[in-house]
């Protein structure tokens, strides 16, 4: 099956520093998307990417779509203790008329004062 | 902001008893998922469901899950006889448009442990 793998699995950082995360998968994706995830609840949509080659931003965060459609990055700057939790990428190879996901292992951001 | 429901947000049961989990999607949402999540791993995909069938469903989803939508306003998955390692959070989505993965809205999750 498709696998995505994150690296790192964990981050420490201080408040302020900036982050960068990425995700590489076996297979190639359409659609690239990040997701966050607090403790106890749902993953939130932060960032969807849709073609080879894209440089999304939002806010803080800025996500790109690897040329090779295996592989993506989060950067989020200036951290704030809010951006503690757990970061999940997500591909879609889309297959019939349902987004059918596959999420990636996780990076779990720690953020210091 | 409108919201996927989910209840119970957690359920407790013995191994071997059935367990029904629900959701209400988002009220104009057509697409309809489920998700699963082991503690301490990824999500993982279950199944998919528009207009009233199943489009996809993972090698997880075996004869103990089915999925049903019984009213205008619920999404059920049920597990007939719950094993240990269906012991995860799980997570119901929903979305307008079945191509468009940015739209898919996720519920809070159902913790489920099987004793």
């Known amino acids: 099956g498709q696998q995505l793998n994150q690296s790192p699995q964990s981050m420490f950082i201080q408040e302020g520093e900036d982050v960068s995360m990425n995700c590489t998968s076996s297979?190639?994706?359409?659609?690239w998307l990040w997701y966050k995830q607090d403790p106890g609840e749902g993953p939130v949509l932060l960032i969807a990417l849709y073609k080879a080659g894209e440089l999304t931003s939002n806010g803080r965060l800025t996500a790109q779509f690897g040329i090779t459609r295996k592989d993506s990055f989060l950067n989020i700057s200036a951290s704030i203790p809010s951006d503690v939790g757990i970061y999940f990428c997500a591909g879609q190879f889309r297959t019939g008329t349902a987004s059918k996901l596959t999420f990636g292992t996780g990076t779990r951001l720690q953020v210091t004062l | 902001e409108p919201e996927v429901t989910q209840t119970p947000s957690h359920q407790v049961t013995q191994m071997g008893q059935e367990v029904i989990l629900r959701c209400v999607p988002i009220?104009?949402?057509?697409?309809f998922y489920w998700y699963r999540q082991i503690l301490g791993q990824k999500v993982e995909f279950l199944v998919s469901?528009?207009?009233?069938?199943?489009?996809?469903k993972s090698e997880i989803f075996d004869d103990q899950f089915s999925v049903e939508r019984p009213d205008g306003s619920n999404f059920t998955l049920k597990i007939r006889s719950t094993k240990l390692e269906d012991s995860a959070m799980y997570f119901c989505a929903s979305s307008e448009f079945g191509g468009a993965p940015e739209k898919l809205f996720f519920g809070s999750g159902t913790q489920l442990s099987v004793l």
């Open positions: 009220s104009n949402h057509l697409y």
């Open positions: 297979s190639i994706f359409n659609t």
């Open positions: 469901f528009y207009n009233n069938e199943i489009s996809e």
